[in-house]
């Protein structure tokens, strides 16, 4: 009987591991514990520490537990949209302002509207991060960081050619270029990242927006492909700078937004369009031969025309399924409040992103914190990063197409820089692409 | 009920003797689980195939019947992407076997070393793909790339040359770098056929005053054939399907000059999202390897 009765509960104990197995490689335990009055947030892996000490510093004052988890910023989208589709537990997420449309019309994510305790940051935000949060007239979230493309130069550079003062123009941009390649200080004196990656996009639309172009117009239909309101005027600009001038690099269409960086840190190159928190690493010394000789003037302009560059923008999001259930929204729009308002009276969370990786943050009262303004200008001009911030557009492609248009955008630009086919074949491509799209898509 | 199972029992004990039924049971747990693996995933990605999938519009995901099928062939790109495809697989295919040729003829000669030559040419092919595209994406690099520096101080340059970005030599550069891993496998296979050829067959050829061309023309090569189908077959199949090194060294680029089928479907199934569209060239793709390897087979091996 003995026997009997272990064999049974050998048995038993086998039936059951092999449940529990079962259930926790389906992610249903994971599903199970993080039911209920928990907080689901789903984040990429970026300052995962910091995020983890506000996580616990809100579940410790607002007494609202969270379950954090984080996916690499690679395939970030990939995973987020299969947690949607698949109806995984999820209230609030890091979303980009690229992805805000088709998240919105496919019903994944809800408006804030309706929550005052979130609305009322408005005002102390970016005019731009507002815009950028918005679609169809209904805003998505609070900001999580912001930042624009910034035009840098190396100060030494330019004195060791006799050049007194940045460039303001364009057109100002290739003379000196042209005078510190003859000088011998670079073989190609401006650094360009044009590889096909997710950053390409924001060098595109600073290029273009400070050359005075528009990728669409107001109504969304193509306007890339005008010859004097588009964006064949910078392209062809590039393709002279590569071309004629032999300025840029032609391998510019293999560098990657790192491997720039890394060759700008070099000392290879006097000028180069980056994201303005790279300056902070550029002017550091541990890590860049130019530290302390990185400077930003506004985005060249082109003939007098405004110092336009692209901004970007990431946000907290909330889940429609979160939305639905009125008490469990609170709760999130709490968590989302913690993060991109003020937690306990401060902006804190942008704060610690600023301080700790040098991310930009969207709400303008931090601009007159001491800390902020002293960690600026030890390695940039604050009053400079306001200024480029102003003027700052939100880009004008970000649609439920932008995806899929851009994989023809991008390898338009390179085949006009390659010199397969002229700027403005490149554009029209592009142009008939997207409105092909848009016509699809709705 | 009782009765049921009992008819079934006895059916299947007519129809299956002991061994068959004791195989089909130790084979059912593998089954099942290719079942659910593998050969569920291929049905229903067949199945997806037909509807306008797209994961961002959840909503709208009309059956299109061969919608997908017509699109995908009446697109300009998928052509270009074949052409390229089938540049990159020549060249590929044909330099592993010449280079393997050469290199089984190699390590089946008697010489001082030969052991350690056959264990340093299986070094490509032990190292994984990742590393691999990683190792020739810093080669290549126009900046700080090791052939810039080579050819600079062996003076057969003045100055770095753009090499992955330029499209002319995309294609080229990739391949080299896919017949660099690939080879040493082909020269195994080729190396293990060499090894069965009668050794009676050469003596005779000697006695009746066949030189050493002659003798690799008329024995070696003929004698070579069902190790060249082989390797024939596996490398194109590599080849057509070959993904990796698109994706570490060009990401299809610059502009769309290694746009290949294998890239398009990545872009088209997982950066737009479209399992619909997707999953129909995945079998446009599986259709033409199969066929392209039935052809082999069927124009070499009526000849062995």
């Known amino acids: 009987m ?58 410790k004052s607002i007494g609202i537990d969270v379950d954090y988890a984080n996916a690499p910023w690679s ?112 073989e190609y004196p401006l650094m360009l990242a044009l590889a ?40 062809q600009w590039v393709v002279d700078a590569v071309h004629k001038h032999k300025i840029v690099s032609p391998a510019c269409v293999e560098t990657g937004e790192l491997t720039g960086l890394k060759a700008f840190q070099s000392g290879n190159h006097a000028f180069a369009l980056e994201p303005k928190y790279r300056m902070r690493p550029i002017n550091d010394p541990k890590q860049s031969q130019i530290a302390g000789r990185c400077k930003q003037v506004l985005m060249p302009s082109s003939n007098g025309g405004a110092h336009n560059t692209v901004g970007w923008m990431r946000f907290h999001g909330m889940s429609s399924a979160t939305a639905a259930n009125q008490a469990h929204a609170e709760r ?111 | 009920m009782s009765g049921f ?26 089954m099942s689980v290719l079942a659910v693996v593998a050969v569920f995933p291929i049905l229903y990605s067949l199945y997806t195939s037909f509807f306008n999938l797209k994961l961002t519009r959840p909503h ?30 020549v060249m590929s295919v044909v330099a592993i076997l010449i280079l393997a040729l050469f290199i089984a003829l190699l390590l089946n000669e008697s010489f001082h070393g030969r052991r350690f030559i056959s264990a340093m040419i299986l070094i490509p092919w032990a190292i994984p793909t990742v590393a691999n595209g990683l190792l020739w994406k810093w080669i290549y690099d126009s900046g700080y790339g ?56 050469y003596q005779a050829a000697r006695v009746d005053g066949a030189n050493l061309l002659q003798r690799f023309v008329h024995i070696t090569l003929p004698s070579l054939k069902p190790g060249f189908m082989l390797v024939m077959i596996y490398e194109t199949m590599m080849a057509i399907r070959h993904f990796d090194l698109f994706f570490l060294l060009t990401e299809g680029g610059p502009a769309d000059a290694s746009h290949v089928l294998s890239w398009q479907i990545y872009v088209e199934t997982f950066r737009n999202l479209s399992f619909g569209t997707g999953s129909a060239m995945s079998y446009i793709l599986a259709l033409v390897t199969f066929a392209l390897a039935y052809a082999i087979i069927k124009m070499l091996g009526r000849r062995i």
């Open chain 1, 2 to 59: 003995a026997k009997y009765v272990s064999k049974l509960a050998r048995r038993e104990f086998l039936k059951v591991s092999a449940a529990v197995g079962a259930l926790g490689s389906s992610g249903l335990i994971n599903r199970a514990f993080a039911a209920g009055d928990t907080v689901n947030f789903m984040a990429w892996s970026a300052a995962v520490d910091l995020v983890k000490s506000h996580v616990a510093e809100f579940e």
């Open chain 1, 75 to 186: 395939n970030y989208r990939d995973n987020i949209i299969t947690k949607f589709v698949g109806a995984a537990p999820l209230d609030m997420m890091w979303v980009s302002d690229a992805w805000l449309p088709e998240f919105a019309d496919a019903g994944w994510i809800a408006p804030i509207n309706k929550f005052d305790n979130l609305m009322k940051y408005n005002d102390e935000a970016e005019d731009f991060c507002n815009d950028s949060m918005t679609y169809k007239g209904m805003q998505y979230g609070l900001t999580y960081y912001t930042d624009f493309m910034a035009f840098l130069y190396d100060e030494d550079a330019l004195k060791k050619a006799g050049i007194d003062a940045p460039p303001a123009t364009w057109d100002e941009v290739t003379e000196q270029c042209l005078k510190i390649k003859s000088a011998g200080i670079s």
């Open chain 1, 196 to 235: 096909n990656e997710s950053w390409l996009m924001n060098f595109l639309a600073a290029m273009v927006y400070s050359h005075g172009g528009r990728f669409t117009d107001e109504k969304g239909n193509a306007a890339m492909q005008s010859p004097t309101e588009g964006a064949v005027a910078a392209l």
């Open chain 1, 332 to 442: 999130t729009a709490k968590l989302i409040e913690w993060f991109g308002g003020r937690a306990n009276g401060a902006y804190k969370f942008q704060k610690y992103l600023f301080t700790d990786i040098g991310a930009g943050f969207g709400v303008k009262p931090l601009f007159n914190d001491k800390d902020v303004q002293a960690s600026y200008n030890s390695y940039a001009d604050v009053e400079m990063i306001k200024a480029q911030q102003a003027l700052a557009l939100k880009s004008d492609v970000v649609t439920p197409w932008y995806g899929e248009w851009q994989e023809t955008n991008a390898s338009s630009w390179q085949a006009a820089i390659v010199g397969k086919v002229s700027p403005q074949d490149a554009m029209t491509k592009a142009g008939d692409k997207w409105d092909n799209l848009k016509q699809e898509f709705s």
């Open chain 2, 5 to 30: 199972y009992t008819g079934l029992k006895y059916t299947l004990a007519r129809r299956f003797n002991y061994e068959a039924r004791s195989a089909g049971l130790f084979l059912f747990p593998v």
């Open chain 2, 60 to 89: 709208r995901v009309p059956f299109v019947w061969f919608d997908n099928y017509v699109k995908v062939l009446s697109d300009e790109l998928f052509w270009e992407s074949v052409m390229r495809t089938v540049s990159f697989t």
């Open chain 2, 146 to 201: 090791a052939l810039n520096g080579l050819l600079l101080q062996l003076g057969l340059i003045d100055k770095y040359v753009v090499w992955l970005g330029d499209p002319d030599k995309t294609i080229p550069l990739i391949a080299n770098a896919f017949v660099w891993k690939e080879v040493p496998l082909a020269a195994i296979l080729i190396l293990v056929t060499m090894k069965s050829i009668p050794v009676d067959l």
